[in-house]
């Protein structure tokens, strides 16, 4: 399997529908070329998905992990799980040995201050060189912005939930 020569960070964000869809598109498709890959979900529980249920069956070398609470509207100590995530994620910029890094729903810990802008962009710019990093979320700030390869601004057209349908299995989870 031929590396990448340099690790690029991607950034899908905007209030659309299809931040995380689209990061784990990548995946899939890094997969099939048998890279290494590690997802973790800031500020996602451990409700049942689509996603963890296909990841645990088919691909269980992978980590995926949830580091939050769920839902902020949800009472808890919904920083200190994005505090306790980030460290995670932080140690892996360095010494995860595979391809990929999925941050998902970064941007959201960083846009509620969960977690300290600057320290998250310089350990961004200072990962491991050949690793590549997508960050997901809404709002993400101008500082990560600025410094991402590519960034996707995904936004909302329309929406089911406007009409009252709620998040359907299969579809959004």
Same mark, same amino acid.
């Given at each position: 399997?031929?590396?990448?020569?340099?690790?690029?960070?991607?950034?899908?964000?905007?209030?659309?529908?299809?931040?995380?869809?689209?990061?784990?598109?990548?995946?899939?498709?890094a997969?099939?070329?048998?890279?290494?890959? !590690?997802?973790?979900? /800031?500020?996602?529980?451990?409700?049942?998905?689509?996603? =963890?249920?296909?990841?645990?069956?088919?691909?269980?070398?992978?980590? /995926?992990?949830?580091?939050?609470?769920? /839902?902020t509207?949800?009472?808890?100590?919904?920083?200190?799980?994005?505090? !306790?995530?980030?460290?995670? !994620?932080?140690?892996?910029?360095?010494? /995860?040995?595979?391809d990929?890094?999925?941050?998902?729903?970064?941007?959201?810990?960083?846009?509620?201050?969960?977690?300290?802008?600057?320290?998250?962009? =310089?350990?961004?710019?200072?990962?491991?060189?050949?690793?590549?990093?997508?960050?997901?979320?809404?709002?993400?700030? !101008?500082?990560?912005?600025?410094?991402?390869?590519l960034?996707?601004?995904?936004?909302?057209?329309?929406?089911?939930?406007?009409?009252g349908?709620?998040?359907?299995?299969?579809?959004?989870?």
């Open positions: 399997m031929a590396k990448l020569e340099q690790g690029m960070l991607y950034n899908y964000t905007g209030n659309g529908k299809g931040k995380t869809t689209g990061a784990l598109g990548t995946v899939l498709r997969l099939g070329y048998h890279w290494k890959v !590690a997802i973790l979900q /800031f500020l996602k529980d451990d409700r049942v998905t689509g996603e =963890k249920l296909f990841f645990r069956e088919y691909f269980p070398e992978i980590l /995926f992990e949830d580091l939050g609470l769920g /839902f509207i949800k009472p808890g100590d919904h920083k200190g799980f994005a505090l !306790a995530g980030w460290k995670k !994620a932080a140690e892996m910029l360095n010494s /995860f040995d595979g990929l890094l999925v941050l998902d729903e970064i941007n959201v810990a960083l846009s509620l201050n969960f977690l300290a802008v600057n320290e998250v962009c =310089k350990a961004l710019l200072n990962r491991r060189k050949t690793l590549n990093v997508i960050v997901t979320g809404r709002d993400s700030p !101008a500082e990560l912005l600025e410094i991402s390869d960034v996707s601004d995904i936004q909302e057209v329309k929406h089911p939930y406007q009409k349908i709620l998040a359907r299995k299969g579809m959004e989870y």
